[in-house]
């Protein structure tokens, strides 16, 4: 579904689980694909499915003005507050973060072609390096998306090779899902600080990165630039969409300092589609070109 002819390079989807998976007190649960398989998280997915949820009858009783959707992802509970009129769901949604922390800051990194590179490794669902495109030669806002890609794809792979994550919880989330290039504005500002998150198999973000603010977020208090409850806007290189971010509780997860984090955004439905498989067809699965 994810691959052509269905789908694109650049599709992104969520199968909705209910029923026994989403126990523990959660309205539904969610897998998270994309062109190259699962992950984690998806902060984005989850605004939209805290839409989706809330028109499509998932939710009982929901609440005006807003009603808190309840989602269990892989990476653990994630709460979508959705504003609710009645009858439709609206924007925009905020979602409360599973607990987010700086993994390693300031590592040194030898990334082929490049050199070395300081990046720090942060978690808001899943694992992301992070580090300022100018390390690469580059400018995460005007620079070629082809070149921010191919740079992001390098660090990651270098990462991946030269840093051992762990995960307090479950180490079948300690993975380098990709790399978040930034303009290097981490200090606090009400200016919007922009990125592109480049993950999977050189799949680029459309949105700023709901699980990529998180750790940005986590990163950004981690490091003193910003406090509980300051509110920061990040914007996507690569179509100019916002979302605010802000750490609204600390906490422990296992040996690391987190933080949860808010961050808010939009979701809009683009349609519907039913999806035909014939047998016959020599390319029913789909195929994926880079």
Known sequence: VMHEPRGHAGMYGA?????????????????FLHCAGYSAMC???????????????????????????????????????????GHR??????FHSVPAFAAATDLAIDVPGHGKVVVDISYGGTFYALLSAEQLGLDVCSSKTRDLVSAASAVTEAVKKQFKLHHPESEDLAFLYGTILTDGKDAFSEEPTTNICVFADEQVDRSPTGSGVTARIAL?????????GQTRTFRSSTTGSVFTGKAVKATKFGNYNAVIVEVSGEAFYTGTATFTVEEEDPLKHGFFFK
């Open 15 to 31: 199968v909705v689980v209910r029923g026994g998976a989403a126990a523990e007190g959660a309205h539904l649960a969610a897998l």
């Open 43 to 85: 902060g984005h997915a989850v605004m939209a499915l805290g839409r989706f949820a809330l028109d499509y009858g998932l939710v009982p009783a929901p609440t005006r003005p807003e009603t808190a959707v309840r989602l269990r992802c892989p990476c653990g509970p994630v709460t979508a507050i959705v504003p609710w009129d």
């Open 89 to 94: 769901s609206g924007n925009p949604v905020r």
């Open 220 to 228: 950004q208090y981690r490091k003193g630039f910003i406090q509980l």
